[in-house]
């Protein structure tokens, strides 16, 4: 009666989880929707606000040349008002009727010049607010994508993974995070490099598009302006799809990789970075230089975040049976528990990542540290003699 119990409730829950999973992804699509319907209205937007630019310089144009027009018919009005003997009353009129046909057109022009800077305020007003709910929508759906991914990964068959569920529930809450924290910096990269590029293009294509019938030699040089732009798009593009999975890993090795991977943190923190190898340069199986990479990647994440460091070395030694991998730093360091490296950790998320992926491949790792000390960090993985 038990064993049929419990397969009920297995049953029950797993029914929930289904159902869970499916509203959750109802509700993602639905965020999706909202954010598409809102990026295409910021970039109608953009555009309206562009045109309106337009049209109030033009306004201004003819404002200016009005004003100048006002003040020769009035001028020419004073001038004839005085002169009764030589202008007859035909002309008088005629010069009132024109300096009143000017005020008149001058009038309506400054109130056309009023209603367009309105109408851009209302513009900039509803593009702000636009953008507000984009990047809550986007930020939205991020988060129930981590928590969706979560869901139909380690869920599904939650019927088998009902022992030590508080341990288990603590080790999920940490993955979430990291994902959700690894999906927000690709999405923040894309975010601030690439997509907002590729906005400035579009509006500098609509302004070369209007200039290759006014000035042809600005037209080209916004091209190449725009050329410049679409490749320094590029690069960036490159650089987040090589953080994600570097292809020249499998090419030319962990070494190369590493090396780049130090000059271009180097480039960016200004912190001394120095990578060095000892031993034999072989390669080692696929899995081993992926999860080396990944830990180094991890290790000079906390260094940029944490220690304001000056300097910064790692060194990689391929021994027979084994790889040791140490990474330290001149910084500020911390104070370590005196029981156990990794107890009291969960603040650092970095440094349990790097043991998690340690020991699956059974692997050690130590750590020395000290409040304005440094850290010291060893790392041992055994490998299989080729």
């Known amino acids: 009666m038990c064993l049929k119990k419990s397969k009920l409730d297995i049953g029950q829950l797993n029914k929930i989880i289904d159902s869970t999973i499916e509203a959750v992804e109802k509700g993602q699509n639905e965020i999706f929707n909202i954010a598409e319907h809102s990026k295409r209205e910021c970039e109608r937007l953009e555009r309206e606000m562009l045109n309106i630019k337009h049209k109030?310089?033009?306004?201004?144009?003819?404002?200016?040349?009005?004003?100048?027009?006002?003040k020769a018919a009035r001028a020419k009005l004073m001038m004839v008002s005085r002169d009764f003997r030589k202008y007859s009353e035909e002309d008088i009129?005629?010069?009132?009727?024109?300096?009143?046909?000017?005020?008149?057109?001058l009038s309506l022009e400054r109130e056309r010049e009023v209603q367009l800077r309105e109408k851009r305020d209302d513009l900039e007003?509803?593009?702000?607010?636009?953008?507000?709910?984009?990047?809550?929508?986007?930020?939205?759906?991020?988060?129930?994508?981590?928590?969706?991914?979560?869901?139909?990964?380690?869920?599904?068959?939650?019927?088998?993974?009902?022992?030590?569920?508080?341990?288990?529930?603590?080790?999920?809450?940490?993955?979430?995070?990291?994902?959700?924290?690894?999906r927000k910096r690709v999405a923040r990269d894309i975010h601030d490099g690439p997509a907002q590029t590729m906005a400035n293009v579009i509006i500098q294509a609509e302004i070369c598009e209007k200039l290759f019938d006014i000035d042809m030699d600005k037209a080209r040089q916004e091209l190449k302006e725009l050329k410049e732009i679409v490749r320094g798009s590029l690069k960036e593009l490159r650089k987040?799809?090589?953080n994600l999975r570097p292809s020249a890993l499998d090419d030319l090795g962990l070494e190369a990789v590493v090396r780049r991977s130090c000059s271009e943190f180097q480039e960016d923190t200004g912190i001394n970075t120095e990578f060095k190898v000892f031993g034999d340069k072989m390669r080692l199986d696929s899995n081993i230089e992926v999860?080396?990479?990944?830990?180094?990647?991890?290790?000079?994440?906390?260094?940029?975040?944490h220690s304001c460091a000056n300097n910064a070395i790692i060194k990689l030694e391929v021994e027979s049976g084994r790889v040791n991998l140490i990474i330290m730093d001149d910084g500020s360091g911390f104070r370590l528990n005196t029981s156990s490296e990794f107890s009291g950790m969960h603040d650092k998320f970095g440094l349990l990542s790097i043991k998690e992926r340690t020991e699956l491949l059974n692997g050690t790792v130590h750590i020395e540290t000290a409040p304005g000390r440094g850290t010291k960090v060893y790392i041992t993985i055994p490998v299989k003699e080729k």
Do not use: C, P, W
């Not at 009129?93 to 057109?105: F, G, N, S, W």
């Open 56 to 70: 109030i310089t033009e306004t201004i144009k003819k404002v200016d040349e009005l004003e100048k027009q006002e």
């Open 291 to 305: 999860t080396l990479f990944r830990i180094i990647q991890e290790a000079l994440s906390n260094i940029k975040k």
């Open 125 to 182: 007003r509803n593009y702000k607010n636009m953008m507000t709910i984009l990047n809550h929508a986007e930020h939205l759906t991020m988060q129930v994508g981590v928590a969706l991914s979560f869901l139909k990964d380690n869920l599904e068959n939650i019927s088998g993974q009902l022992i030590d569920v508080s341990q288990k529930r603590n080790f999920a809450s940490q993955i979430i995070k990291a994902q959700e924290e690894e």
């Open 93 to 105: 009129k005629a010069a009132y009727e024109e300096a009143r046909d000017i005020q008149v057109r």
């Open 240 to 242: 987040i799809i090589f």
